[in-house]
């Protein structure tokens, strides 16, 4: 997850990146602030009615991002 200069939030999901990759990643996004949340098989991505990565495993927990 990042934050751009101009406050967008970005939410990135990458299979097989080491933390180095995933700092290049960011930032050639533009990410000026950076988190590194949960990865391996418990990534994926899901936007509004499809699924863009599938994670690896049955998941327990999601993080949602919703409007309102």
Known sequence: MGITRNGQILFVVVHRANLNELVNIMVSLGCQQA???DG?????????????????????????????
């Open 40 to 68: 391996g098989s418990s990534s994926g991505l899901w936007y509004r009615s499809g699924n863009i990565i599938s994670p690896g495993r049955d998941l327990s927990n999601a993080l949602l991002i919703v409007a309102r």
């Open 35 to 37: 988190m590194n949340l």
